[in-house]
């Protein structure tokens, strides 16, 4: 199969084709991901939470996003790698946004970078885009901006607030971005700018309107116990098989049932 690019990506959407995305943080599920038909794989901050256990994505570093950016291009077989930038990697100038998502591409194997944020950053979008590094949007309720929505909240509810994610959304589309996620605003708002932009749109809690979705592989997989987000399909419930094998190897080395001569040389 051949390896989706940025412009594949817009041809989908050309054709109504829906563009399935996960985020990834290593080789061996990014493999099974990309073989499973997955076109971008997202190596997104969240690694901050469901793998490195902080409480939010804040923490996270450029060295963190670009080590596990080169896992998961090693493991990729044709999906698009897009490494997610961290909290005040892009924020401080444009010089250092160049810097630090050029690293993504030169070091870390990835096709593009994702930014959140939308007027702030139109001048960083455009001068990566002019430099080479193709930039995916991320819209609505971006996590890196949580203590100033006051939590993890849906945004673009009021009129005022919708409009300005349209206009943001239009404007980072002119800045060069090849694509958008929007994350956890009104389908109906999800719709219009999907609608009104020629790129894909990549909903997670947007509603069933964008060109594409996107989940935390983690979610999809169900590998954690806690209480999920209301937009998480949990397509299977790994967390108690890995508690079961876990707890009967325990036994099974407790009670001296393994290892036995079948596995001994
Ligand atoms: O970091 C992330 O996982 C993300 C997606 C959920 C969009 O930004």
Not at 196 to 217: K, N
Request: hydrophobic share 45%.
């Amino acid at each position: 199969m051949e390896p989706v690019t940025t412009t594949a990506l817009r041809r989908m959407k050309e054709r109504a084709e829906k563009i399935a995305v996960l985020t990834c943080y290593d080789a061996t599920t990014a493999r099974l991901l990309s073989e499973a038909g997955v076109e971008i794989l997202l190596v997104g901050d969240s690694l901050g939470m469901v793998k490195l256990g902080y409480p939010t994505t804040l923490p996270v570093t450029v060295e963190d996003i670009l080590r596990h950016t080169q896992a998961v291009s090693r493991g990729n077989t044709r999906a698009l790698v897009v490494a997610d930038m961290p909290f005040l990697s892009f924020q401080l100038s444009v010089s250092e946004a160049m810097r630090n998502c050029g690293r993504m591409l030169k070091e870390g194997g990835a096709a593009a970078v994702k930014l959140e944020g939308g007027h702030g950053i139109l001048e960083t979008v455009e001068a990566l885009v002019a430099a080479g590094i193709p930039v995916m949007g991320h819209l609505g309720m971006t996590p890196q901006s949580l203590h100033v929505f006051g939590g993890y909240k849906v945004q673009g509810r009021s009129s005022a607030a919708a409009r300005r994610i349209v206009a943001d959304a239009k404007a980072l589309e002119r800045a060069g971005a090849f694509s958008l996620v929007l994350e956890c605003i009104p389908p109906q708002l999800a719709k219009q700018v999907t609608r009104e932009l020629a790129i894909p749109t990549i909903g997670i809690g947007a509603g069933p309107f964008c060109d594409g979705q996107v989940l935390v592989v983690d979610d999809l997989l169900g590998l954690h116990t806690g209480v999920s987000p209301k937009f998480v399909k949990q397509y299977a419930h790994l967390a108690p098989q890995i508690s079961q094998a876990v707890r009967a190897y325990v036994r099974d080395v407790k009670t001296s049932r393994f290892p036995t001569a079948a596995h001994s040389y």
